[in-house]
């Protein structure tokens, strides 16, 4: 089958430079592994851009055929380039040119990107969620939040701009680094003390859940998962599956299946876990196109319930094609 993997690498595929510009580029690794994994499962791959020559570029590639029916499928990996809410243009602009593709709907990437409103919709759902507001100046007021909290971009990904806030100066601070940096509300959200567990997803409808894993801070000061802490080499170290018990367990299940629903994820995600010191689990974030680079959670808890690298890609693929088409991709 041809596969077209696209990602976000070149920043210069646009028309004009205008709007809040993307601090996050394309993981050339992983996509080259993405690549390699999908050639090895026997697909007809391509490497695209998504920006403003991508539906050129696929339909060289994936013509329709006689039917005008879809001949390939993408393999979104892309993050945007610019602009309000740069993650769901290229699910936006594969649905108008009617391209099957891995992963959520630009809807989905939507409601979850903004961390707002998936906060909104899981605590609707009865999902805790660290108790939060949105603010727009420094010198607002937190209302009831207790100290310390955590301060984040209202939308943005990677953790960029998370920061620990101790008292109120600190707090102004962070806000109005992140309104100058990123343009954008500040997420401010109640700090929980305590583990932190990621739940990978996996399917449609009835989910696997993969093993989960625990991100162990040791004895850092810091015991976030900052940018720093994804991308330095001394990050945390990852173990799966975590230590949990089984009633907890199936609490974390549970909360991270309605997480997902809620916030209409597709085909795979990562669900993140506080766990504080009483045994109350809390949801930090929804990630609906987690990390795949071989050090990442996601690959790991892949690969401790016995896939390797390429039989993941293959299937997260496989899975995307169940859903539009009702099966799975004919064997060459």
């Excluded at 293959?314 to 899975?319: F, G, H, K, P, S």
Aim: hydrophobic share 40%.
């Amino acid at each position: 089958m041809r596969v077209a993997v696209v990602w976000n690498h070149d920043h210069t595929g646009v028309i004009n430079r205008f709007g809040q510009p993307s601090q996050e580029f394309g993981d050339r690794q992983e996509v080259e592994s993405v690549l390699a994994a999908l050639q090895e499962g026997g697909h007809e791959t391509l490497l695209c851009e998504g920006d403003k020559g991508l539906l050129a570029t696929l339909e060289r590639f994936m013509p329709p055929d006689p039917q005008a029916r879809p001949s390939g499928i993408v393999f979104n990996r892309a993050t945007g380039i610019q602009g309000e809410c740069r993650f769901i243009h290229v699910s936006a602009m594969l649905e108008m040119a009617g391209v099957p593709y891995t992963g959520p709907s630009a809807l989905g990437y939507g409601l979850s990107v903004d961390k707002v409103i998936a906060k909104t919709l899981i605590r609707d759902r009865g999902v805790p969620t660290p108790n939060f507001r949105v603010m727009r100046s420094g010198t607002e007021s937190t209302g009831d939040l207790r100290f310390p909290v955590v301060v984040k971009p209202r939308r943005e990904g990677n953790s960029f701009g998370l920061q620990l806030a101790h008292e109120p100066a600190q707090l102004g601070e962070a806000v109005e680094t992140i309104l100058t940096r990123y343009g954008q509300d500040a997420l401010v959200e109640e700090y929980i003390e305590g583990r932190e567990i990621t739940v990978p997803l996996l399917g449609n409808g009835e989910l696997e859940v993969l093993p989960m894993v625990e991100q162990d801070f040791g004895d850092r000061k810091i015991r976030m998962m900052t940018w720093e802490a994804k991308f330095m080499a001394d990050g945390p170290q990852k173990i799966c599956p975590a230590q949990i018990g089984s009633k907890l367990a199936a609490k974390l299940r549970d909360i991270s299946v309605a997480s997902f629903h809620a916030c209409q994820c597709r085909d795979y995600a990562r669900v993140d876990i506080r766990i504080d010191r009483s045994g109350q689990p809390f949801v930090l974030d929804i990630n609906t196109d987690p990390a795949l680079g071989m050090d990442s959670s996601y690959p790991l808890a892949a690969m401790t319930a016995g896939h390797s690298f390429s039989s993941l890609v293959n299937r997260i693929l496989d899975v995307a094609h169940m859903r539009y088409f009702g099966i799975g991709i004919p064997k060459a």
